[in-house]
């Protein structure tokens, strides 16, 4: 059971340039969810999701962009990538939202470096 | 404003101490999530709870709910214990920025 997988591990970027960072669960989960993690500062939701075919903005949404075009996936983009994306990017699932007994499970992160 | 705080920020323990780590939080959750981060990077569970108290093997978790108040204890403390922990509110979604714990043998 691989649960949630990240890909890829890392990157660098050019400013500008643009890629996609994948998530994959296989615990059929409904909520997924990306959030970003950088130095003193707690993660911070970027998008979610509740369910194939919905995404819903978090708290830093600003230059990114979501899909979840099959339940096992979600992704995230940018479009034109800024130094100030340069972050550690977790990606995390949950059976249900906030509920004490359905807790998220994480991948392992994308390191992610913009010059 | 942290809507979510942890203290401390840093703590250093010899192996066999118990420890405490406190998480408050100033906005209404429906659940309050324990996490533990490894040197690696990797986030896991360890606990999920809206009242009470939980316990799984050293590590125990209690929350009040009136004060807005979690703590995570963890009993005879271990090297391997040495990660950072995380607390974070669920729906709103904020986390606190984490407690770095460093258990010497």
């Known amino acids: 059971n691989a649960g949630v997988t990240q890909t890829p591990k890392f990157r660098v970027l050019k400013t500008g340039q643009s890629m996609t960072l994948l998530c994959a669960q296989d615990?059929?989960?409904?909520?997924m969810y990306w959030y970003r993690q950088d130095p003193g500062m707690g993660l911070r939701l970027i998008h979610y999701?509740?369910?194939?075919?919905?995404?819903a903005k978090g708290e830093v949404p600003d230059g990114y962009n979501v899909s979840r075009l099959k339940k096992q996936n979600f992704l995230l983009g940018l479009e034109s990538a800024a130094p100030s994306q340069t972050s550690v990017y977790f990606c995390?699932?949950?059976?249900?939202?906030?509920?004490?007994?359905?807790?998220?499970?994480f991948g392992d992160g994308t390191r992610l470096s913009i010059l | 404003k942290n809507e979510v705080e942890q203290s401390p920020q840093n703590l250093t323990a010899q192996e066999g101490e118990f420890i405490t780590i406190n998480c408050s939080y100033s906005?209404?959750?429906?659940?309050l999530h324990w996490l533990q981060q490894h040197p690696g990077g990797g986030i896991v569970s360890l606990f999920m709870?809206?009242?009470g108290k939980k316990k799984h093997g050293r590590l125990i978790a209690t929350i009040n709910i009136q004060e807005k108040h979690s703590s995570l204890h963890i009993t005879a403390s271990h090297p391997r214990d040495s990660a950072v922990y995380i607390c974070?509110?669920?729906?709103?979604?904020?986390f606190g920025t984490g407690t770095s714990l460093t258990v010497i043998p």
């Open positions: 995390a699932s949950s059976l249900e939202l906030g509920q004490p007994n359905q807790p998220q499970h």
């Open positions: 615990m059929n989960h409904e909520y």
């Open positions: 999701s509740v369910g194939e075919g919905t995404t």
């Open positions: 906005v209404g959750i429906s659940a």
């Open positions: 709870l809206s009242s």
């Open positions: 974070a509110a669920l729906r709103p979604f904020y």
